[in-house]
């Protein structure tokens, strides 16, 4: 069975400009989370989508945004980039009705802000 | 900000001695889950433990929750150098609609 997959791996911008992350659940899962993780700091929730539908966000601007596509795959999205968006950047996903009892997790995209 | 507190920030062990890492979190919860970091890589689901449960095993991984501490400790006994990584904590509840991860404990396991 094929595990998250998240596009690209590293990607390396500029101030200003935006990124797109990607990200493919497990087949089967409904659910998708985005986490942000700043060098050597723990997670941060950025936002939940299930079943297409934004569940949750976390304490972040709103040049932060996303969506849920109905083949459960999911797209961040972040404008005006500034320089402490330099993080990685990753997806988890679930099963349906499963709660947050287990989120199977992505190896990441590295953003780099210049 | 962070629900979860690890503790202690960096652990430095042989091979073959158990490894203890805490957790603190401050609301109360449904569930504490406790996951491994790679190099910066995914997280790996380690083990859950409900709130109202006080003790879990899963192979060399032990851990406890104290519900009227607020806190959670995961053992890994007879460690190897493959155990090193960093190892969060993360607990849910009703209200959150979120899981909220600790800030990590780096394990490093030395031969």
């Known amino acids: 069975e094929a595990g998250v997959t998240q596009s690209p791996t590293h990607l390396i911008k500029t101030r200003g400009q935006q990124a797109t992350l990607r990200c493919s659940p497990i087949?089967?899962?409904?659910?998708v989370y985005w986490y942000q993780q700043a060098l050597g700091l723990g997670l941060q929730f950025l936002l939940w989508?299930?079943?297409?539908?934004?569940?949750n966000r976390g304490n972040f601007p709103p040049r932060f945004s996303g969506r849920q596509f109905p083949n459960y795959s999911s797209e961040l999205n972040v404008n005006a980039l500034e320089l402490e968006d330099s993080a990685l950047y990753l997806c988890?996903?679930?099963?349906?009705?499963?709660?947050?009892?287990?989120?199977?997790f992505g190896p990441g995209t590295r953003l780099t802000v210049l | 900000s962070q629900q979860g507190e690890e503790d202690p920030q960096a652990l430095s062990i042989q091979e073959g001695e158990n490894a203890t890492m805490n957790c603190s979190y401050k609301t109360s919860i449904n569930n504490l889950q406790w996951y491994r970091q790679n190099s910066g890589r995914g997280l790996v689901h380690l083990i859950l433990i409900r709130s109202n449960e006080r003790e879990k095993h899963s192979g060399r991984l032990r851990v406890t929750l104290d519900t009227s501490k607020k806190s959670s400790s995961l053992l890994i006994t007879a460690s190897r150098a493959a155990d090193t990584a960093s190892y969060f904590c993360?607990?849910?509840?009703?209200?959150?609609?979120?899981?909220?991860f600790g800030t990590g404990t780096r394990l490093q396991v030395t031969l």
């Open positions: 993360a607990t849910d509840d009703d209200t959150a609609s979120k899981l909220t």
């Open positions: 988890a996903s679930s099963f349906p009705g499963q709660g947050f009892d287990e989120q199977f």
């Open positions: 989508y299930d079943e297409g539908e934004e569940r």
């Open positions: 087949s089967g899962h409904t659910s």
